[in-house]
């Protein structure tokens, strides 16, 4: 029918000018149609090109995310597993520490109250011995000036009666004669020269046993001492190794933690991956197949105006 009119239109130039401007709008709109259509197909066509870029980079971005994931998964479990075993060793490190430390410290507390309780004896021995000497000194010298007498009022000869009294390792002649001596007894009174040589044999003794609990005090002093300064540099490393595993441990704890974290989004990343990429190869064969759907719609829609041009 167009053809006819135009034909006509060329052959009849009068009837031009009567029809010619309702052909043309019809024309002109047909025109008009199929150039829409075009410049809404190669729109569609620019968005769909980006759209399958997007499906091309994304399906390969989760693809390797995905890949990644399978393999770093194994590795997080490994480590956490590892880390686990040394926490425990840690832990267990830290524990024999902490009771080397109160092993060491009780150690030290008992040397304590046993060096005092030596110490307080031997001051007992030393007052003894030094009061007994002082009695020895005195009834000695009482008795070389003759005093005798005198001497057997004063508190020095009492405290010298009980000693020899209490004396073990003493023969028993000498005790009778230094007692003898010391009670006034007009039935046996030994010469003073016998005394003073038994007075002076027992200072000699109790000096050597004064002598002796000195050194022995001493002694058990220094190896006190000794003892003290070597449990104490032992305490002294033991906290440091107690604080260097705390610290440890609790570095370790949260080192462990994260990577359980990790290793839980790890996992729910791959499956969100997977998930999202399955959708992804379905949402764009979906989008693929309407594009094309409507490219064919396209191409019959410009080609039923070209044939009704």
Avoid at 62 to 69: C, G, T, V
Avoid at 83 to 107: C, E, F, M, T, V
Avoid at 246 to 255: F, P, Q, T
Wanted: aromatic fraction near 4%; include cysteine; proline fraction near 1%.
């Amino acid at each position: 029918m167009v053809r006819s009119l135009l034909s006509l239109a060329i052959v009849t130039p009068v009837a031009l000018a009567t029809e010619a401007n309702p052909i043309r709008k019809v024309v002109t709109m047909l025109q008009n149609l199929e150039a829409k259509v075009q410049s809404e197909g190669a729109k569609e066509k620019e968005l769909h090109d980006k759209y399958m870029c997007y499906c091309k980079n994304a399906g390969g971005t989760l693809a390797k995310s995905i890949a990644d994931a399978e393999t770093k998964g194994p590795e997080l479990a490994s480590a956490i597993e590892e880390g686990i075993g040394k926490l425990a060793q840690l832990k267990d490190d830290l524990k024999a520490h902490q009771n080397d430390r109160a092993a060491a410290k009780s150690a030290m507390a008992a040397a304590t109250a046993l060096r005092e309780k030596e110490n307080a004896a031997f001051e007992a021995t030393k007052t003894d011995l030094e009061t007994n000497l002082a009695a020895l000194a005195k009834a000695t010298a009482a008795i070389e000036k003759g005093a005798g007498g005198a001497f057997l009022q004063t508190e020095a000869a009492s405290a010298l009666k009980n000693f020899v009294m209490g004396k073990n390792n003493m023969y028993d002649a000498d005790r009778n004669d230094i007692l003898s001596f010391l009670s006034g007894s007009t039935d046996y009174a030994p010469a003073s020269g016998q005394i003073t040589g038994i007075l002076k044999t027992m200072n000699d003794e109790m000096t050597a046993d004064l002598n002796e609990a000195v050194k022995t005090e001493g002694s058990a002093v220094a190896a006190y001492e000794e003892l003290m300064a070597a449990k104490k540099k032992e305490v002294e490393a033991l906290t440091g190794m107690i604080e260097d595993k705390l610290v440890r441990v609790g570095d370790l704890g949260v080192e462990i933690q994260q990577m359980k974290n990790d290793a839980g989004d790890t996992a729910e990343g791959l499956v969100d991956d997977k998930k999202f990429l399955e959708d992804l190869d379905k949402n764009c064969a979906a989008k693929q197949k309407l594009y094309d759907e409507n490219v064919k719609y396209r191409g019959q829609e410009i080609g039923r105006a070209h044939v009704e041009l």
